[in-house]
């Protein structure tokens, strides 16, 4: 099992950053590659960002390309995701996941954080 704790939301301007965190425990961190993915109202959730367990590959979303970076420190089991020149459309809830390689998918989720950002 590992538990993941997601902080770092709140509201910003449109235009401005914020730096999600995501603290891992339990089994070891650096064994899984790692996702962020959000959830607007009214709308799926959807992937935004991954990264290798070494960190050494990303992958994103097109809308957040060059905007968002996503990150991990596998010694302080956590993983992060940048997020600059924040649109209203970037507000959601925002989920990190655990990708469970032999089962083919994400398979632990934290409990998300809040971005809000007005315009």
């Known amino acids: 099992q590992v538990q993941l704790v997601e902080s770092g939301g709140g509201l910003v301007q449109a235009g401005g950053s914020v730096r999600l965190s995501c603290a891992a425990s339990g089994r070891t961190f650096s064994y899984y590659p790692m996702g962020w993915f959000r959830q607007a109202p009214g709308k799926e959730r959807e992937f935004v960002a991954r990264i290798s367990w070494s960190g050494g590959a990303t992958n994103y979303i097109e809308s957040v390309e060059g905007r968002f970076t996503i990150s991990r420190d596998n010694a302080k089991n956590t993983v992060y995701l940048q997020m600059n020149s924040l649109k209203p459309e970037d507000a959601a809830v925002y989920y990190c996941?655990?990708?469970?390689?032999?089962?083919?998918?994400?398979?632990?989720w934290g409990q998300g954080t809040q971005v809000t950002v007005s315009s």
């Open positions: 996941a655990a990708f469970i390689a032999n089962r083919g998918e994400y398979g632990y």
